[in-house]
Nanobody, 115 residues
């Protein structure tokens, strides 16, 4: 099973930017990948996903602020987050989309946005 390692999180002020990376231990070129997040006390939610061909989709609350991309040669998926808001505070994870079959989560990366 492919292992996923998320990185790039941190503490940022509202309006700031972060770029998250998700490195896979194996090939993901044919897999639709997604970024998910889980805030304290809330369920994990899908933030954005990208197909193998590069088509993207975003949840409404991040449209125009976040950009998902991928580098299949590096088995890496990115999430560029701009104009961050306190409500974006969460642990961010990457995984396949949709979540079908055995799912193993990485450790995630913490994003904290201060007001």
């Amino acid at each position: 099973q492919v292992q996923l390692v998320e990185s790039g999180g941190g503490l940022v002020q509202a309006g700031g930017s972060l770029r998250l990376s998700c490195a896979a231990s194996g090939s993901i070129f044919s897999i639709t990948m997604g970024w998910y997040r889980q805030a304290p006390g809330k369920q994990r939610e899908l933030v954005a996903h990208i197909t193998s061909g590069g088509s993207t989709n975003y949840r409404d609350s991040v449209k125009g602020r976040f950009t998902i991309s991928r580098d299949n040669a590096k088995n890496t998926v990115y999430l560029q987050m701009n104009s961050l808001k306190p409500e974006d505070t969460a642990v961010y994870y990457c995984n396949r989309f949709p979540l079908i079959g055995p799912i193993k989560w990485g450790q995630g990366t913490q994003v904290t946005v201060s007001s």
